[in-house]
């Protein structure tokens, strides 16, 4: 006779996501409740769900009621939890995701959905997120969508957003994103050889990226932006911009008077001697000038 057989078979997929769905936000049968955002919007749950799906939200549903005297208690505290810094929106987006295992996204919640995904480690949510940010990018978000690259990690999106950048960097500068860079995602974006912008424009960009930044931060210009300015190719540009730059430079002092210095240097001697090869290789969008052909061309 033959032996005894098992097999795991899957019913419809869709029905049960679907009957799971119901339960996002229903406050039938649900033993867990969060105020969320300034809005103070409650939000329904269930603490099965929540404590199974993500370690974060276990630990916050196992901790011991406030004031309580038996930090060992076995009765879980019933809330409400208040989450104040975060859109009702947002966190419906990873309640539905805790349910269904699928997400609503907009592009006004995807960037702070990912910021909610890394932070109750939701890896698949996160995956999620970078995706529909890579379909949907756009010139006026991109440079956030680069500052949270950076920030959380996501090496992929930051070569889609610079890839992007690259490709529209004209437009790029001039959008509010743009000014809002950190420091160090700043510098990152003007180490590349592929920006279609011309250099005297991408000095303008900066220097209105650091009256941005000096004004938030209340720290003095050239402080500010110390790093990105590194990254400025002077060389590339004309005499007679130069003596432009040095007119404004009066003003605010974003860029070292050894930079400049070390451009003109590179024009007396008509070559980029002691200056470093990266900054005498014009990018793609840079406009031709008479002397780039003495910078060192064959610098790699």
């Known amino acids: 006779m033959a032996g005894p057989c098992s097999a795991r078979l899957q019913g419809d997929v869709a029905a049960f996501t679907a009957a799971l769905r119901t339960l996002v936000n229903n406050p039938q049968f649900s033993d867990v409740m969060f105020v969320v955002g300034r ?69 006004h919640i995807a960037l702070e959905v990912l910021t909610s995904s890394v932070e109750y480690g939701l890896q698949d949510l996160c995956k999620l997120c970078v995706r529909f940010i890579k379909d949907t990018l756009s010139v006026e978000q991109v440079c956030e969508a680069l500052q949270a690259a950076v920030t959380y990690g996501q090496a992929d999106l930051q070569q889609h957003c610079l890839a992007f950048i690259e490709g529209c960097t004209a437009a790029v500068v001039r959008t509010q994103g743009f000014r809002e860079l950190s420091d160090v995602v700043l510098a990152r974006v003007l180490r590349s050889d592929r920006l279609a912008v011309d250099e005297l424009d991408l000095v303008q960009a900066v220097r209105e990226w650091a009256h941005v930044s000096s004004a938030v931060l209340e720290r003095p210009v050239p402080e500010v932006a110390a790093l990105p300015v590194r990254e400025l190719r002077l060389p590339l540009l004309a005499p007679s911009e130069l003596v432009t730059l040095e007119s404004y430079n009066q003003q605010d002092f974003l860029i070292p008077v050894e930079n400049i210095a070390a451009a003109w240097r590179a024009h007396a001697l008509r070559k980029g001697s002691g200056v470093p090869s990266r900054l005498c290789r014009p990018r793609r969008g840079t406009r031709p000038r008479d002397h780039h052909r003495h910078l060192e061309p064959h610098a790699k």
């Open 39 to 107: 809005e103070q919007q409650k939000v329904f749950a269930h603490r099965c769900v929540l404590a199974c799906r993500c370690q974060a939200f276990r630990g916050m549903l196992s901790q011991a009621p406030v004031g309580s005297q038996d930090s060992s208690s076995s009765v879980p505290p019933q809330g409400p939890f208040i989450l104040g810094n975060v859109q009702p929106e947002v966190f419906l987006a990873v309640i539905e995701f805790l349910y269904t295992n699928s997400v609503t996204l907009s592009s």
